[in-house]
């Protein structure tokens, strides 16, 4: 296919300034709409650099840590407390039917496979953080630069029609991958790589100040996924032994919850990959069963993902994701294989 007869990918600027697009499961207030309930545009200029840039940010952030940005007191942040509740729809009881509709909003990610499609009912979910786990060369981080291209399609195809945004912490990032994708589902590459927001992180501190970043462009563009790659990396190295297990447990629980924030106010699909380590089985059993791994994390992690998918290796060069938790899907697994092209569909023939 010609460069010139390439479909563009979404998230152009076209699509970035909101012309003729819908909002796909997107809850997010400007945080300047609050100025109608006397909150002082200097205090709405402190809160955007500390890195909260919507009304649903607010109200949904404990006031202890709100009061950490600076020159914002405990008052004014009660005040803007305040003012968001009769702003935002978010606070408050609705009905399950009006849960229901917001629900239909909600779209799905291909990942390039259709039977790992078919056990998501669709793809990734977006409004919601999905976990990719397992060892080295599963794909975790194969299937992420998928996303990061199919994401750009047309809704009807499978995609979201907007930007990518990814975080790599372990330098596993390659554009030249996005190319190989793009050309695989007819996008033009030059499009799809403008369209990916990219950053490395070397530490946790840098990683959250990325999320906080991250909050900003999506006030003013159309996201469609988030990829940290891995989210759990960074914490593995920066806090070591049992001594630090708990401060590492509350820093990787506080950068889950704001990647929920941001999932539940643009609706983007946020996935994060993680790390293994040998499960200690102990016994007789131990000798029987092979080799048994279990996520980084602990419980921090399975609690705050809503979907989890183990990736493991098979026969023929294939992979296999099995669902291991989530809250309307069964447990079952699909085989997938990885190409030049990124994921694609496994053929035992």
């Given at each position: 296919?010609?460069?010139?007869?390439?479909?563009?990918?979404?998230?152009?600027?076209?699509?970035a300034e909101g012309e003729a697009q819908q909002d796909y499961g997107v809850q997010a207030t400007r945080l300047e709409e609050l100025v109608k309930f006397n909150i002082a545009q200097a205090d709405i200029t402190k809160m955007k650099a500390g890195g909260f840039h919507t009304v649903e940010a607010i109200w949904q952030t404990p006031t202890k840590e709100l009061t950490e940005v600076k020159g914002m007191s405990e008052a004014k942040i009660q005040k803007l407390k305040e003012a968001a509740m009769k702003t935002t729809t978010?606070?408050?009881?609705?009905?399950?039917?009006?849960?229901?509709?917001?629900?239909?909003?909600?779209?799905?990610?291909?990942?390039?496979?259709?039977?790992?499609?078919?056990?998501?009912?669709?793809?990734?979910?977006?409004?919601?953080?999905?976990?990719?786990?397992?060892?080295?060369?599963?794909?975790?981080?194969?299937?992420?630069?998928?996303?990061?291209?199919?994401?750009?399609?047309?809704?009807?195809?499978?995609?979201?029609?907007?930007?990518?945004?990814?975080?790599?912490?372990?330098?596993?990032?390659?554009?030249?991958?996005?190319?190989?994708?793009?050309?695989?589902?007819?996008?033009?590459?030059?499009?799809?790589?403008?369209?990916?927001?990219?950053?490395?992180?070397?530490?946790?501190?840098?990683?959250?100040?990325?999320?906080?970043?991250?909050?900003?462009?999506?006030?003013?563009?159309?996201?469609?996924?988030?990829?940290?790659?891995?989210?759990?990396?960074?914490?593995?190295?920066?806090?070591?032994?049992?001594?630090?297990?708990?401060?590492?447990?509350?820093?990787?629980?506080?950068?889950?919850?704001?990647?929920?924030?941001?999932?539940?106010?643009?609706?983007?699909?946020?996935?994060?990959?993680?790390?293994?380590?040998?499960?200690?089985?102990?016994?007789?059993?131990?000798?029987?069963?092979?080799?048994?791994?279990?996520?980084?994390?602990?419980?921090?992690?399975?609690?705050?993902?809503?979907?989890?998918?183990?990736?493991?290796?098979?026969?023929?060069?294939?992979?296999?994701?099995?669902?291991?938790?989530?809250?309307?899907?069964?447990?079952?697994?699909?085989?997938?294989?990885?190409?030049?092209?990124?994921?694609?569909?496994?053929?035992?023939?």
């Open positions: 296919m010609d460069q010139a007869e390439r479909p563009q990918a979404g998230g152009d600027e076209e699509c978010l606070c408050g009881f609705h009905t399950a039917k009006e849960n229901m509709l917001v629900r239909q909003s909600i779209l799905k990610l291909t990942t390039g496979c259709k039977d790992v499609d078919d056990i998501l009912e669709g793809g990734i979910e977006s409004g919601s953080i999905t976990e990719l786990y397992g060892e080295y060369r599963t794909g975790k981080t194969q299937i992420c630069h998928t996303l990061a291209v199919t994401c750009q399609m047309p809704i009807a195809h499978g995609g979201g029609e907007g930007k990518a945004m990814y975080i790599d912490t372990e330098n596993t990032f390659r554009p030249q991958r996005l190319v190989q994708i793009a050309e695989k589902f007819g996008l033009d590459p030059d499009s799809v790589l403008d369209n990916v927001a990219y950053a490395q992180a070397h530490t946790c501190e840098a990683q959250d100040e990325l999320i906080k970043a991250a909050a900003g462009m999506m006030s003013d563009a159309r996201f469609a996924v988030v990829i940290v790659d891995s989210a759990t990396a960074l914490f593995r190295t920066e806090f070591v032994g049992r001594g630090e297990l708990a401060s590492r447990q509350n820093q990787l629980g506080r950068f889950l919850r704001n990647l929920a924030r941001l999932a539940a106010q643009f609706g983007v699909a946020v996935v994060i990959t993680n790390q293994v380590v040998v499960a200690d089985m102990g016994g007789a059993s131990a000798m029987f069963a092979g080799p048994q791994v279990k996520a980084i994390g602990g419980n921090i992690m399975a609690h705050s993902t809503t979907t989890r998918l183990y990736l493991r290796k098979s026969k023929k060069d294939s992979r296999i994701m099995k669902i291991i938790s989530s809250p309307c899907l069964p447990e079952r697994e699909a085989s997938y294989v990885v190409t030049a092209e990124g994921v694609g569909d496994f053929n035992d023939g």
